[in-house]
């Protein structure tokens, strides 16, 4: 029977031939549109400017609210300006207003005033040296499995993160959607390749 199954598998990427699942990386912004995306609060906080999700003005979200997420893995290419502040949540909600109140935070600043810099976990995990510079691309990789979050930037891992028992607050692993921020009127951030594996 052992034997059957390990052929069965040869076989099956042989051929190339078996069903793609959710362990393959896949697009979820098709660089044109915001298919699969809502925003909140300003309906001019992010548009698509030269196939990116582009956040200008005040605070604002964009959630991408085709699916709940559990264990994930997301990648992300990101460029912040100089002074720009961002972040990415994960495991949060569309809320029509206001700071996401459920979920994590991963932060996107560069040189902002906010000592916490890019690829902190927000009030959490604090890092006062940004792992990205303002205005050049690095892309953004979260990981997401069980209560442990692993993040890098620039395939370097940042640190892991595990989540200790009996946490019941709404910023908590959990499960839900994911959003991007548009801080103040002073930031100006890019997303694209905005890649999703479950």
């Not at 604002?60 to 990648?75: A, M, N, P, T, W």
Request: with cysteine; aromatic share 10%; net charge negative.
């Amino acid at each position: 029977m052992k034997n059957a199954l390990c052929l069965a598998v040869v076989t099956c990427l042989a051929l190339g031939s078996c069903a793609v699942g959710d362990d393959e990386f896949r697009p979820i912004f098709d660089g044109k549109t915001l298919d699969g995306w809502k925003v909140n609060e300003s309906g001019e906080g992010f548009k698509v400017e030269d196939g990116t999700i582009t956040g200008r003005g005040g605070r604002c979200h964009i959630f991408y609210v085709k699916e709940e997420l559990k264990d994930f893995e997301l990648k992300v290419d990101v460029k912040i300006n100089d002074g720009g502040n961002s972040g990415v949540y994960f495991h949060t909600a569309y809320q029509q207003e206001g700071w996401p109140e459920a979920g994590h935070e991963v932060q996107v600043n560069a040189t902002h005033r906010d000592p916490v810099k890019t690829g902190s976990l927000y009030n959490l995990v604090k890092l006062f040296e940004s792992a990205g510079k303002p205005d050049e691309w690095f892309t953004l990789h979260i990981a997401v499995k069980g209560e442990t979050l692993r993040v890098s930037v620039n395939d370097k891992v940042l640190y892991e993160y595990v989540q200790p028992p009996g946490v019941t607050i709404p910023r908590r692993i959990n499960q839900g959607v994911i959003a991007f921020q548009q801080h103040d009127p002073g930031s100006v951030v890019h997303y694209k390749n905005i890649l999703l594996k479950k």
